[in-house]
Nanobody, 126 residues
Framework: QLQLVESGGDLVQPGGSLRLSCAAS????????IGWFRQAPGKEREGVSC????????NYADSVKGRFTISRDNAKNTVYLQMNSLKPEDTAIYYC???????????????????WGQGTQVTVSS
């Protein structure tokens, strides 16, 4: 089974930056669409961003567009989420997920993914 591990979450001040990483083991990510999701306390899980297996296509939620950037390095078997200009409302547990058989236009839907990491906490507070 594909294993995913997120890292990079931290406590940062508003306006700060973080880079999250999603590292895979057991299998390569070459054939997987990867999505980043987040869940804030008392809130439903929401899609943040996703990237196609080749890295040629990306999508972003309106709330993060222009501030977050998703990328992947298949040689390192790792996907990244660069988060800039962080706001308190970005506070959440962030999860990465992998799906081998989904339409890219559906990549913002958590139900389309087969594998999930354990999550990493991002807290934006002064």
């Amino acid at each position: 089974q594909l294993q995913l591990v997120e890292s990079g979450g931290d406590l940062v001040q508003p306006g700060g930056s973080l880079r999250l990483s999603c590292a895979a083991s057991r299998f390569t990510l070459d054939y997987y669409t990867i999505g980043w999701f987040r869940q804030a306390p008392g809130k439903e899980r929401e899609g943040v961003s996703c990237i196609s297996s080749s890295g040629g296509s990306t999508n972003y939620a309106d709330s993060v567009k222009g501030r977050f950037t998703i990328s992947r390095d298949n040689a390192k078997n790792t996907v990244y989420l660069q988060m800039n200009s962080l706001k308190p409302e970005d506070t959440a547990i962030y999860y990465c997920a992998a799906g081998p058989r989904l339409l890219f236009r559906l990549c913002v839907l958590f139900g389309e993914y087969d594998y999930w990491g354990q999550g990493t906490q991002v807290t934006v507070s002064s």
